[in-house]
């Protein structure tokens, strides 16, 4: 098993509260990794500490054995680390066809082409139509996303991260919102990730984490509280505890 | 030593009298978070009120000063209650647009029925000239300010503090959404301090006539050092623009006395690296907007 | 519609190309720009102020209207051309005005790029005061240091040699309005491959969410910086433009009320097409020039209200009133705008 990802002692504090305290975690190349745990419990946290977008109090994340601690977040989607929100971040005005297009441009290298034609990069388009297709966006690849309806607009959020070629994927919260009609074409997406990307998958829905993760760590006050595959920890005593809210003694 | 501490004591008349100036527009874009370029033309309005009463109509120079206010805050109420009203939804940039719109429209107007030359207050006799305090010149004039402007620095911060209207004032800048749930008038609250702002301005600029040069021109003139005291103090508080208002006030003056060559530069300088290192200004507190 | 018509990835070739197509009225406005200085040699002078304005306004709405960041001191890039290519003149360092031109938006561009990073942080009402402050830092430093720039009486005994050393200035003003065109045009083209390319696509997302963008791979400041600088180098080819054209520059180049004129120009033409800053800029100088014959010493009061009248009724009710002209002028000027494609926006 290779660490594909890991952080080491990582500990954020916003004033007084710690909203990461000491997570340690290691992910294996190809694994489903689940990250769950009651409200506040830090989980958005960590994300935004992996993608850099909030710098750590302290500690160290390493992505394939690179220290990417220091590094800004468009520098370590470069890397091959890529994330979704859990509120989708899309562009408004734009259409699924050009967030895609946006995003395929920019892993190969046209990000700064001023002269040529959005697409004409050779290989491009050869990108964004398999991208559409596998996210069931080509019916709506022209409109703009502000007008799609949710569930659209939540698989172009995981799309346009796909779109990035990630090793590593952090989905926050992919069903969130979704209204049920539309939640199997999320569920069914997820599942049909390549086997070689990396999935870190924060969620609530405990069928999709149970149905959908290898291992599975439990975050409660920014710690990690328990972890080990799926069937160890849906048994353990303690984790129901903590999802239903009795004290834990010691 | 001397012509420091004549400088300093210009620069502190300087600065409270920008501070008074000012005060509205800090309160405004904390409260209301509106961005009021106009600001200045508020301050013109008192000073021609005052040119008018005194100059025109033979009011003594102190009976003049309230009414500058008076007349300036009912200004102000009305173009709240029928204009402003109407932008505080919209961007930053639109409020820009709006109020420069008013700008070059009070402008106008005041050169249109004023003229535009300079206009002078006639001060009374006992505040022109200085007094000699070991070699330092105290102007008369200046002194007034200062004890004026501190008076009312004073009277505000104890009306934010002490009363209920300053607590309803301060929750209702901190969150106005939150502070309407409590029952608090929040549009009532705006109209009021919108006035008060706009009266003090009305105040100041009844006062700067005879120190800043009160012509059409003046609202383009000096918006940049309203603005200036407002950003670079923040509009979290009245003690963040009091000390930015300070600290032009003696820069500029300062400034324009051992490096005249530079003038105005140190101020605008000043103004861009402070908003560099810190974009919320130097005693404003990180806010979403 | 048929999607077996055509394969997908040509669909996603013919919807990408689209953007980039020439719109019937595109055409119908260049060539009515053309044929304008054939049809209508007396009004050339200010036909050339308006390029000139069109120009500056264009400059603007690349940072504005494609990159979202607010300028009031926009005319701190303008007034630097202006002068670079007054004194490139008058010093007789650059002879040739074509070049000096260049070397005089170069000389912009840098001044850009070295504010740039202003720009980079802090909100909006930042970005307002720190960009208000360079235009009047600059205007400082041209009053200030007068025995180069004229101080308040202005950069006097610039003379423009024959363009390319062989077209003269003439009292009648053909060969500036022509030469203006000529420059309008070239960097409109450029500004319109600009927009439709990778980079421009870019921008527009960077404006739209700047957190999305980042996490897709953009490193955000170094967009900005890019596009602030290619702007200052449009904004201080205006102003020399300005300058040869009537071999004069003054602090007014500087003024606060060019930088509020061009965003004025530009709320009346709308952002993000392009052609807000050409057309509104017509408009403007039109009102402006009519304004004027009528209270020659009070104009601005009549400016100051239409600006105060645009944003009470506000864009989106306009752009409501006039939704249907709206749509038809832009699918005629080509889709290449920085909004949707299908429905219609409403501009922020």
């Given amino acids: ?250 | 030593m001397q012509p420091l501490l004549t400088n300093l004591f210009d620069g502190i008349a300087y600065g409270m009298l920008l501070f008074v100036l000012s005060c509205g527009l800090a309160v405004t874009l904390g409260l209301m978070n509106l961005v009021n370029l106009a600001h200045g033309a508020f301050a013109m309005a008192g000073g021609y009120i005052t040119v008018i009463l005194v100059n025109r109509m033979g009011l003594p120079f102190f009976a003049s000063l309230p009414l500058a206010f008076v007349f300036t805050a009912l200004i102000g109420v009305l173009l709240e209650r029928t204009l402003y009203v109407h932008v505080y939804a919209k961007s930053h940039l639109e409020q820009v647009l709006f109020t420069i719109g008013l700008v070059f429209m009070s402008v106008a107007a005041v050169d249109y029925f004023m003229g535009s030359q300079q206009q002078f207050v006639q001060i009374p006799s006992m505040l022109q000239g200085q007094f000699d305090v070991m070699g330092v010149g105290i102007g008369k004039y200046r002194l007034l300010i200062i004890v004026l402007c501190g008076l009312l620095t004073i009277a505000l911060q104890l009306i934010l503090s002490r009363t209920r209207f300053g607590s309803r004032l301060r929750a209702a800048v901190d969150d106005p959404r939150v502070a309407r749930g409590l029952g608090i008038n929040v549009n009532a609250v705006f109209a009021i301090t919108f006035a008060f702002g706009s009266g003090l301005a009305g105040l100041g600029g009844a006062l700067g006539a005879e120190i800043l040069g009160l012509d059409p021109t003046f609202p383009l003139k000096y918006m940049i050092y309203f603005l200036i005291a407002v950003t670079v103090g923040g509009s979290s508080s009245i003690t963040g623009p009091f000390l930015a208002a300070l600290l032009v006030g003696i820069g500029d003056v300062a400034g324009k006395y051992y490096v005249p060559k530079l003038g105005a530069f140190a101020i605008y300088t000043i103004m861009i690296v402070v908003l560099i290192v810190r974009p919320q200004g130097l005693f404003g507190r990180v806010t979403g907007r | 519609m048929q999607m077996n018509v055509a394969s997908p990835a040509d669909q996603v070739t013919q919807q990408l190309a689209r953007r980039a197509r020439w719109g019937l009225g595109e055409v119908v406005f260049w060539l009515a720009v053309l044929a304008s200085i054939f049809l209508l040699p007396s009004r050339h002078l200010i036909l050339t102020e308006i390029a000139i304005l069109a120009l500056f306004a264009l400059s603007l709405d690349l940072i504005l209207g494609y990159a979202g960041v607010i300028s009031l001191g926009h005319a701190a890039f303008f007034g630097f051309g202006a002068y670079a290519a007054g004194l490139l003149s008058k010093y007789a360092i650059i002879n040739e005005p074509v070049l000096a031109l260049l070397v005089s938006g170069a000389a912009a561009a840098l001044l850009g790029f070295l504010t740039s990073f202003l720009v980079l942080r802090g909100s909006d009402l930042t970005r307002l005061m720190v960009t208000l402050g360079v235009a009047l830092v600059l205007r400082e430093v041209a009053n200030r240091f007068d025995w180069l720039t004229g101080g308040a009486d202005g950069l006097q005994g610039v003379t423009i040699e024959p363009l390319l050393g062989r077209f003269a200035f003439d009292i009648t003003g053909h060969v500036a309005y022509v030469y203006c065109l000529v420059v309008l045009f070239i960097l409109f083209l450029i500004a319109r491959r600009i927009v439709c390319s990778p980079f421009g696509l870019s921008l527009r997302a960077v404006r739209g969410n700047a957190l999305r963008a980042s996490a897709v791979g953009i490193s955000v400041n170094a967009r900005l910086v890019a596009i602030y600088t290619i702007a200052a180098f449009y904004a201080g080819v205006s102003g020399a433009l300005l300058t040869q054209t009537t071999q004069f520059a003054s602090l007014d180049v500087f003024s606060f009320e060019r930088s509020a004129d061009v965003l004025l120009i530009l709320i009346l033409g709308g952002t993000g097409y392009l052609y807000g800053g050409l057309l509104g800029a017509i408009i403007f100088k039109l009102m402006q020039d009519w304004l004027a014959g009528i209270t020659p010493q009070y104009w601005q009061f009549w400016i100051g209200l239409v600006l105060v009248l645009v944003v009470l009724i506000g864009r989106e009710r306009i752009g409501r009133w006039i939704a249907g002209i709206r749509a038809s002028v832009e699918r005629l000027f080509g889709a290449h705008g920085s909004a949707g494609t299908k429905s219609e926006s409403s501009r922020s």
């Fill in chain 1, 1 to 250: 098993m290779t660490t594909v990802l890991e952080t080491s002692g990582l500990v954020k504090r916003f004033g007084g509260i710690v909203a990461t305290n000491n997570v340690s975690l290691q992910i294996a190349k190809g694994a489903r990794h689940a990250l769950i745990g009651p409200n506040g419990a830090g989980k958005t946290t960590v994300i935004n500490l992996l993608t850099g977008v909030v710098p750590p109090t302290a500690g160290h994340i390493i992505l394939e054995g690179e220290d990417i601690t220091a590094l800004s977040p468009h520098q370590r989607v470069r890397r091959g680390l890529a994330r979704t929100f859990q509120i989708n971040q899309l562009f408004a005005d734009l259409t699924p066809l050009e967030t895609i297009g946006l995003a395929v441009s920019e892993r190969l290298g046209a990000g700064f082409d001023w002269w040529r034609l959005v697409g004409s990069k050779p290989g491009v388009v050869d990108e964004i139509v398999p991208l559409l297709e596998r996210f069931k966006l080509a019916d709506v690849m022209d409109e703009r996303t502000a007008t799609l309806p949710y569930g659209k607009q939540r698989l172009l959020e995981i799309a346009v991260a796909f779109a990035c070629q990630p090793r590593v994927l952090l989905l926050d919260e992919p069903a969130a919102g979704v209204p049920e009609a539309e939640r199997h074409e999320i569920l069914a997406t997820i599942a049909a990730l390549p086997k070689d990307v990396t999935v870190l998958l924060i969620e609530h829905d405990m069928d999709l984490v149970f149905s959908f993760a290898d291992r599975i760590s439990v975050l409660v006050n920014g710690a990690v509280f328990v972890e080990g595959a799926p069937d160890d920890v849906a048994r353990d005593p303690r984790v129901k505890a903590v999802y239903l809210g009795e004290a834990i003694d010691g």
